[in-house]
């Protein structure tokens, strides 16, 4: 069958619709078998039985529905049934196997792509007004398992979810799954009773792989030019809970509360990063470092020498005991006014910690975090200090040297005593300047 319907009166346009397949049974009992429609960007297939009590008599008092349907090629197969005297109320036992909800909303019903390599998820508007009535609408009771669910940035395999649905509020049972090879298990609430929605979600996420996920959000979990860092790791989020309320995703954002303790560990590799670092500090800064690496490190823009190159053996020794190996990770970020500050969060690493101060604006989207790296040798202050500052796409990085002692055999980095990179020329005093102390690193890559 095709045919072209016309929608909302004569003034309205024409709208294409294309149906194939069987119909059989009466106005109140339909059995479709390959039933296909195509509208409105739409593509809909079922096989199954349809019940409309009441049809032949008039408008039917309820719909059930058991079968298989499938929306632009995602495909669910359960029961639904529906009340349509008074409040409509719906209860739903469904199951897919492959199931991608960007695929059903997107206009047009087309997937909205990744993000490219190196970049986030378009922003949606921060004004952009959140319609609540919906949730009013209607009463339901769904529940839904999908051996792999989509919607992006996430990917959630054997997702399980259980909602009731009562005059506006939505509680969340439960929304268990393994997202980025991790476990997350969620329950809360979404409050839709008033015009400014509310929110209230509690649980766990553990074991989320930070490589998987970083690639997924990013595009990569791969950062630098000619030097390279890898990021891997593993991290724990428990007693999760972020709460926001706000009648546009701008207030909302403004309105974040809650937040998290983090455990776990952060695997920075790198195979030149080190050996490139200490052949820069022999003062071939410009042509030897790498330029993204330099960004990262405020390094570009100095002038080559004696004093850049003993920042960057500094940083040499510092690196070295934090790549190619698991460094644990523990604290707590909070989140408040829609700003996230930390509590005692740090990374561990061989011989040095890093401890991380940060306030982060959701709303805002800018950053003003500081870590402090202090070595084993001289914990009475920071060995290097780095920052970044301003927008969180693009911030203001900077490191400086602390006030910290050089570990024993390597000359102090806060006078002009170092040149690095195995270099014999004398030093300040006319004493011979120690050598780099920074050695070579196996390749990593493929880890």
Same mark, same amino acid.
């Given at each position: =069958?095709s045919?072209v319907?016309?929608?909302?009166?004569?003034?309205?346009?024409?709208?294409?619709?294309?149906?194939?397949?069987?119909i059989?049974?009466?106005?109140?009992?339909?059995?479709?078998?390959?039933?296909?429609?195509?509208?409105?960007?739409?593509?809909? !297939?079922a096989?199954?039985?349809?019940?409309?009590?009441?049809?032949? &008599?008039?408008?039917?008092s309820a719909?059930?529905?058991?079968?298989?349907l499938?929306?632009?090629?995602?495909?669910?197969?359960?029961s639904?049934?529906?009340?349509?005297?008074?409040?409509?109320?719906?209860?739903?036992d469904?199951?897919?196997?492959?199931?991608?909800v960007?695929?059903?909303?997107?206009a047009?019903?087309?997937?909205?792509?990744?993000?490219?390599r190196?970049?986030g998820?378009? !922003?949606?508007?921060?004004?952009?007004?959140?319609?609540?009535?919906?949730l009013?609408?209607v009463?339901?009771?769904?529940? $839904?398992?999908?051996?792999?669910?989509?919607?992006a +940035?996430?990917?959630?395999?054997?997702?399980?979810?259980?909602?009731?649905l009562?005059?506006?509020?939505?509680?969340?049972?439960?929304?268990?799954g393994?997202l980025w090879?991790?476990?997350l298990?969620?329950?809360?609430?979404?409050?839709?009773?008033?015009?400014?929605?509310?929110?209230?979600? /509690?649980?766990?996420?553990?074991?989320?792989?930070? %490589?998987?996920?970083?690639?997924?959000?990013?595009?990569?979990n791969?950062?630098?030019?000619?030097? &390279?860092?890898?990021?891997?790791?593993?991290?724990?989020?428990?007693?999760?809970?972020?709460?926001?309320?706000?009648?546009?995703?701008?207030?909302?954002?403004?309105?974040?509360s809650? %937040?998290?303790?983090?455990?776990?560990?952060?695997?920075?590799?790198?195979?030149?990063? @080190?050996?490139?670092?200490?052949?820069a500090?022999t %003062?071939?800064?410009?042509g030897?470092?790498?330029?993204?690496?330099?960004?990262?490190?405020?390094?570009?823009?100095? /002038? %080559?020498?004696?004093?850049? #190159?003993?920042? @960057?053996?500094a940083?040499?020794?510092?690196?070295n005991?934090?790549?190619?190996?698991?460094s644990p990770?523990?604290?707590? @970020?909070?989140?408040?006014? #829609?700003?996230?500050?930390?509590?005692?969060?740090?990374?561990q690493?061989?011989?040095?910690?890093?401890?991380?101060?940060? !306030?982060?604006?959701?709303?805002?989207?800018?950053?003003?975090?500081?870590?402090? $790296?202090?070595?084993?040798?001289?914990?009475?202050?920071?060995?290097l200090?780095?920052?970044? !500052?301003?927008?969180?796409?693009? +911030?203001?990085l900077?490191?400086?040297?602390?006030?910290?002692?050089?570990?024993? #055999?390597?000359?102090?980095?806060?006078?002009?005593?170092?040149?690095?990179?195995?270099?014999?020329? +004398?030093?300040q005093?006319?004493? +011979?300047?120690?050598?780099?102390? =920074?050695p070579?690193?196996?390749?990593?890559?493929?880890?």
């Open positions: =069958i045919r319907a016309k929608l909302g009166g004569a003034s309205a346009p024409a709208m294409p619709v294309s149906a194939s397949g069987g059989a049974g009466n106005v109140e009992h339909l059995t479709f078998k390959d039933l296909t429609v195509n509208a409105m960007g739409y593509a809909l !297939r096989t199954g039985q349809l019940g409309l009590p009441g049809a032949a &008599k008039g408008a039917p719909a059930n529905y058991k079968g298989s499938s929306i632009n090629g995602q495909v669910l197969d359960g639904v049934e529906a009340r349509l005297t008074g409040k409509p109320n719906i209860v739903a469904l199951k897919a196997n492959a199931f991608d960007d695929k059903i909303t997107s047009g019903g087309g997937a909205v792509p990744a993000p490219a190196g970049q998820a378009a !922003r949606a508007p921060a004004n952009q007004p959140i319609d609540t009535s919906p009013r609408s009463d339901a009771s769904i529940k $839904f398992t999908a051996a792999s669910f989509a919607m +940035p996430m990917r959630i395999a054997n997702a399980d979810l259980s909602v009731v009562k005059d506006g509020l939505l509680t969340l049972n439960h929304f268990k393994a090879s991790g476990n298990n969620l329950s809360g609430t979404v409050d839709g009773r008033h015009p400014a929605l509310a929110f209230d979600l /509690k649980g766990d996420a553990n074991g989320i792989l930070l %490589g998987e996920m970083l690639r997924s959000t990013s595009g990569t791969q950062f630098g030019g000619g030097v &390279k860092v890898t990021i891997d790791g593993k991290i724990d989020a428990t007693n999760l809970s972020i709460k926001g309320q706000g009648a546009t995703s701008g207030d909302i954002k403004s309105s974040l809650g %937040g998290a303790n983090l455990g776990g560990h952060v695997y920075a590799g790198a195979d030149k990063a @080190l050996t490139m670092i200490g052949s500090a %003062g071939a800064v410009g030897v470092i790498d330029n993204t690496l330099g960004n990262v490190l405020g390094a570009v823009g100095q /002038k %080559g020498g004696v004093g850049v #190159g003993n920042l @960057l053996n940083i040499s020794l510092v690196l005991r934090f790549v190619n190996h698991n990770l523990s604290g707590r @970020l909070d989140v408040a006014g #829609g700003v996230i500050t930390d509590k005692g969060l740090a990374v690493g061989k011989g040095a910690t890093a401890n991380i101060s940060t !306030r982060t604006s959701l709303a805002a989207s800018t950053t003003d975090t500081t870590i402090n $790296f202090v070595i084993s040798e001289d914990t009475s202050a920071p060995y200090i780095t920052t970044a !500052r301003g927008a969180m796409t693009s +911030p203001s900077n490191v400086v040297r602390g006030s910290a002692k050089d570990p024993p #055999g390597m000359a102090s980095t806060l006078t002009n005593g170092i040149t690095g990179g195995g270099s014999t020329a +004398p030093a005093g006319g004493q +011979p300047a120690q050598r780099s102390i =920074i070579g690193l196996p390749n990593i890559f493929g880890r």
